[in-house]
């Protein structure tokens, strides 16, 4: 058990399985949806029949990715809940983060960083551009799917535009998310707490120190 | 090439619906079991099977009602919605002016049959998940790359479509209105010279645009912001963000070990 000790339980089967069902159900959503919006793509695979299997794959990778909060409420209730209050809640401390991080990130100086919580600013930063954009791409996808024709041509419009807005912020902050979490050199232990639930204590302790604390103090 | 276009009269047709049957009969589309709307028009509306149809108006002028008459098809416009959303390139220009159609490119997403601002594309559904493929008037392409008129203008026994090339066509469609207006027509107008870059299906009206449906300045509205710069967009703001994740993981990686060691 002394291996056990050096090690904390930060995410639930549920929080795990809602991230990875949503990373596959991403992957296929922005490979298909880049053969219909980047030109070169569209025009050459996304054609004709192989346009309609596109787009066929695509409405089957959204269903997935609509599952995925409902069976994150279902799995997990409290740990939903409190993600949400821990994406809304936002202080000082989160000005301070934005100060401290390009020398921290680029030249691993962590000296003006202040304490993070459960997850830092930039993780609570790319959560909420998740749920925002997991909201309008449901909304204006399930209008695309069934509106046709249905609502009026200004919403089917917007729609189509904002789908695309929502690619456009998501893939940028996809790639970012992927380099912290998997690439970047400091945050090595990000990773495995997201596939086995157990995170170094030396790391939380490290890298979210105001949550190390509610940890130890029985908070959380 | 010259840009071709057709000038259609609306004071020298008589409903005759030649056009329609001629399109039905060209581009080998089958009859429609149909409604009666309680008026001349049959049928009521575009299909996937229905091309070209002629739409009935009763313009009340106080003493007289003025029985008016249009054959409602793609207007082929210059600077076209449906070509700047279609993803495919199904929908496309064609040098001689009109806006040609592959069927075998479409891939059935129905943005045509949203962004069109005189709703005429329409989606033949073949299911919910997504299969489908747009139709629409083709300006009998295969006719007019061969050199033939298109069917609708061949039919037309009355002169009220004409075909040829658009400066012709625009030169004989002003002779027209000031005919007409000299024959109490005051409100004759032609319609489309300059709309969406300017129309490859030109209109001589009796009555202004609205009498007849016709938007009186449509524009492509989202359509036209949405393919150039969104695009751009994409490619900007996603390849600039990579671009500064390699720089930060370039530098990330040397000194960070330089302060491990």
Same mark, same amino acid.
């Given at each position: 058990?002394?291996?056990?000790?050096?090690?904390?339980?930060?995410?639930?089967?549920?929080?795990?399985?809602?991230?990875?069902?949503?990373?596959?159900?991403?992957?296929?959503?922005?490979?298909?949806?880049?053969?219909?919006?980047?030109?070169?793509?569209?025009?050459?695979?996304?054609?004709? +029949?192989?346009?309609?299997?596109?787009?066929?794959?695509?409405?089957?990778?959204?269903?997935?990715?609509?599952?995925?909060?409902?069976?994150?409420?279902?799995? +997990?209730?409290?740990?939903?809940?409190? +993600?949400?209050?821990?994406?809304?809640?936002?202080?000082?401390?989160?000005?301070?983060?934005?100060?401290?991080?390009?020398?921290?990130?680029?030249?691993?100086?962590?000296?003006?960083? #202040?304490?993070? %919580?459960?997850?830092?600013?930039?993780?609570?930063?790319?959560?909420?551009?998740?749920?925002?954009?997991?909201?309008?791409?449901?909304?204006?996808?399930?209008?695309?799917?069934?509106?046709?024709?249905?609502?009026?041509?200004?919403?089917?419009?917007?729609?189509?535009?904002?789908?695309?807005?929502?690619?456009?912020?998501?893939?940028?902050?996809?790639?970012?998310?992927?380099?912290?979490?998997?690439?970047?050199? /400091?945050?090595?232990?990000?990773?495995?707490?997201?596939?086995?639930?157990?995170?170094?204590?030396?790391?939380?302790?490290?890298?979210?120190?105001?949550?190390?604390?509610?940890?130890?103090?029985?908070?959380? | 090439?010259?840009?071709?276009?057709?000038?259609?009269?609306?004071?020298?047709?008589?409903?005759?619906?030649?056009?329609?049957?001629?399109?039905?009969?060209?581009?080998?589309?089958?009859?429609?079991?149909?409604?009666?709307?309680?008026?001349?028009?049959?049928?009521? %509306?575009?299909?996937? %099977?229905?091309?070209?149809?002629?739409?009935?108006?009763?313009?009340?002028?106080?003493?007289?009602?003025?029985?008016?008459?249009?054959?409602?098809?793609?207007?082929?416009?210059?600077?076209?919605?449906?070509?700047?959303?279609?993803?495919?390139?199904?929908?496309?220009?064609?040098?001689?002016?009109?806006?040609?159609?592959?069927?075998?490119?479409?891939?059935?997403?129905?943005?045509?049959?949203?962004?069109?601002?005189?709703?005429?594309?329409?989606?033949?559904?073949?299911?919910?998940?997504?299969?489908?493929?747009?139709?629409?008037?083709?300006?009998?392409?295969?006719?007019?790359?061969?050199?033939?008129?298109?069917?609708?203008?061949?039919?037309?026994?009355?002169?009220?479509?004409?075909?040829?090339?658009?400066?012709?066509? /625009?030169?004989?469609?002003?002779?027209?209105?000031?005919?007409?207006?000299?024959?109490?027509?005051?409100?004759?107008?032609?319609?489309?010279?300059?709309?969406?870059?300017?129309?490859?299906?030109?209109?001589?009206?009796?009555?202004? #645009?609205?009498?007849?449906?016709?938007?009186?300045?449509?524009?492509?509205?989202?359509?036209?912001?949405?393919?150039?710069?969104?695009?751009?967009?994409?490619?900007?703001?996603?390849?600039?963000?990579?671009?500064? /994740?390699? /720089?930060?993981?370039?530098?990330?990686?040397?000194?960070?070990?330089?302060?491990?060691?």
């Amino acid at each position: 058990m002394a291996e056990k000790r050096k090690e904390l339980y930060v995410f639930s089967v549920g929080q795990r399985f809602a991230h990875w069902l949503h990373t596959a159900a991403f992957v296929v959503l922005m490979i298909t949806g880049a053969m219909l919006y980047i030109p070169w793509f569209s025009q050459s695979i996304a054609r004709g +029949d192989g346009g309609n299997m596109v787009r066929l794959v695509h409405r089957i990778g959204a269903i997935a990715f609509i599952l995925v909060p409902i069976l994150y409420v279902v799995l +997990d209730l409290k740990g939903f809940l409190a +993600d949400m209050k821990r994406i809304l809640t936002w202080s000082k401390e989160d000005l301070g983060w934005a100060k401290a991080a390009p020398a921290y990130y680029f030249m691993g100086d962590d000296k003006a960083m #202040p304490p993070q %919580d459960k997850f830092n600013t930039g993780q609570k930063l790319f959560y909420l551009v998740v749920a925002v954009c997991m909201i309008l791409f449901i909304v204006t996808g399930l209008v695309m799917w069934f509106g046709r024709g249905v609502v009026p041509v200004w919403m089917f419009q917007w729609s189509v535009f904002l789908h695309d807005l929502s690619t456009i912020a998501y893939a940028a902050f996809f790639l970012v998310h992927f380099m912290l979490s998997v690439v970047h050199p /400091l945050m090595k232990g990000a990773l495995n707490g997201m596939i086995f639930g157990w995170m170094p204590e030396e790391y939380v302790k490290h890298h979210h120190a105001k949550y190390y604390q509610k940890l130890q103090s029985g908070k959380e | 090439m010259a840009v071709m276009a057709m000038l259609i009269d609306v004071s020298k047709c008589t409903a005759c619906r030649a056009c329609q049957v001629a399109c039905k009969a060209w581009n080998d589309l089958p009859g429609e079991i149909t409604v009666c709307a309680g008026c001349y028009d049959n049928p009521p %509306d575009l299909s996937p %099977d229905t091309w070209n149809r002629i739409a009935f108006w009763e313009i009340d002028e106080g003493e007289r009602l003025h029985w008016a008459f249009r054959p409602v098809r793609c207007m082929h416009c210059a600077d076209a919605p449906c070509v700047r959303v279609c993803p495919t390139g199904a929908l496309h220009k064609n040098p001689m002016g009109f806006t040609a159609y592959d069927e075998s490119l479409c891939n059935g997403c129905g943005y045509c049959t949203q962004f069109c601002p005189f709703d005429i594309p329409r989606l033949k559904d073949v299911n919910r998940w997504g299969q489908g493929k747009a139709t629409k008037c083709t300006f009998c392409q295969d006719r007019a790359t061969n050199g033939l008129v298109p069917a609708c203008a061949n039919a037309c026994h009355t002169g009220a479509i004409q075909y040829g090339t658009r400066l012709d066509m /625009l030169t004989a469609g002003r002779e027209r209105v000031t005919v007409l207006q000299s024959r109490g027509y005051a409100e004759a107008n032609l319609y489309g010279e300059n709309i969406l870059g300017g129309l490859g299906m030109l209109y001589v009206l009796t009555h202004p #645009p609205s009498a007849f449906d016709l938007p009186e300045n449509p524009s492509g509205g989202l359509a036209t912001a949405w393919q150039p710069w969104i695009q751009a967009l994409g490619g900007v703001a996603v390849g600039a963000t990579a671009l500064g /994740l390699v /720089l930060n993981w370039l530098i990330a990686r040397k000194s960070i070990k330089a302060e491990e060691a």
